[in-house]
């Protein structure tokens, strides 16, 4: 296997000039290396789920020059430390000739925080492993090259794939500017989401629900329509089982809602109302009398919602809508994700409720195929999830 190329200055992007790294593949002697550590710094990076928006899950370890672990750290929330400077800050001067392994290429651009890039180079340490290559375009290799034209050898690539499994949500909001969606629903056996009379609370068991609070708490925002406000009365909270509460967000073109809703009490989690230019002079004034956040976009559409929320800096929404707004969102292409929990129940009926509105499909071959993640039990009900993220990652 090719030696992992060392670019920069005299590289091949000429002397003095600092350019953006292509990936690097180590050897299969560096991968074995390197790997158990990498592990490792993406254990400590995965402590910062759900509290990191808008930037990404890193963790860090760092090595004495004799490859003794003496430092660790990770970036635990937005504004505060990056996971170089904590793991360097452990390591103090034994850092000097050592080895940081780093989940994602530092950073090179003053943010709210300093450079990591220039904090690796000030402990002087002899070498930098790092997973991937950051997408942000203030970064996109130019950290490494910063790295390599101070003398210090690099590696990229390894555990490449957990690296971007683990960042998929800030990834995708890098590459595309909307944070990934995941829209989850609760159906019967037969396919129901609610009876025609609206009736719907509970198809799935407690621990399918406590599995949705969780998730609640890892994602950034929940986004549900005006239909679902109107007939469920959702709270939308984590129940105290994430890390954090998300943003409520509810989509209305009229702005026909009810004064008494629990999203209204902002006690326990932000809410925030984003309606169309047709939207209602009176419920804009009741969302105002109630202090509710309103954003009118025109036009007001999953996709401008969605950037509206990347601008907010949401890497991961959570679309626990009804038919109508998941159709369009699915429609759209604001979802890369599905969760749906199936109860073994049957409801019947032609007029209940289904997951999903009118796609637009006239001939069933047309139909999109999702990949298969995986298939749990949460209780008496079956949890499937599935993805095209490796597209939209790409796109
Ligand atoms: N079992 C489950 O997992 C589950 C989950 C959620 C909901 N449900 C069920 O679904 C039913 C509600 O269905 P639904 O289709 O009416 O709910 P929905 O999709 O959540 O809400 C539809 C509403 O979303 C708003 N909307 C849609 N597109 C919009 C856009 N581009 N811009 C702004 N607003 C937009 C409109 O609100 P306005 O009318 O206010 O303009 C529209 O009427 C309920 O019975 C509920 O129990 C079941």
Known sequence: MAQPARLGRGGRWGRGRL???????????????????????????????????????????????????????????????????????????????GTAIVTLEPC???????????????????????AMVDPDPRVAGQGLAQLQDAGVEVLAGICGQEARHLNRAFIHRVSTGRP???????????????????????????????????????????????????????????????PREPLRV??????????????????????????GPDASAQGRQQLDQLGVERLELDPCTPVTVLEALAQRGCNQVLWECGPALAAEALGQGCVQQLAAVIAPKLLGGVAARTPLGDLGLVDVNEAQQWGLQGVERLGADWLWQLNNSPRAIQS
């Open 19 to 97: 350019s953006p790294v292509a990936p690097m593949e180590p050897t299969a002697e560096q991968a074995a290396r390197w790997r158990p550590w990498m592990r490792r710094a993406l254990q400590l990076a995965a402590l910062g789920q759900g509290r990191t928006s808008p930037n990404p899950m890193v963790g860090c370890v760092v090595l004495d020059s004799s490859g003794q672990l003496v430092g660790e750290g990770f970036h635990a929330q937005a504004g505060h430390p990056h996971a170089e400077v904590g793991a360097l800050g452990q390591a103090g001067a034994r850092a000097e000739g």
């Open 108 to 130: 090179c651009h003053q943010g709210r925080t300093p450079p990591c890039s220039q904090a690796l180079l000030a402990a002087g340490v002899g070498r930098v492993v790092v």
């Open 180 to 242: 990934l969606g995941l829209l989850k629903w609760a159906m019967s056996l037969d396919g129901r989401t609610a009876l025609p009379n609206g009736s719907s609370q509970w198809i799935s068991g407690p621990e399918a629900r406590t599995w949705v609070h969780r998730l609640r708490g890892q994602v950034d925002a929940v986004i549900v329509g005006g239909g679902t406000l109107r007939a469920d009365d959702p709270l939308l909270t984590s129940r105290g089982l994430g």
């Open 250 to 275: 509810v989509l209305s073109q009229t702005l026909d809602l009810p004064p008494q809703r629990k999203l209204w009490d902002q006690s326990l989690a932000q809410t925030l109302v984003v309606h």
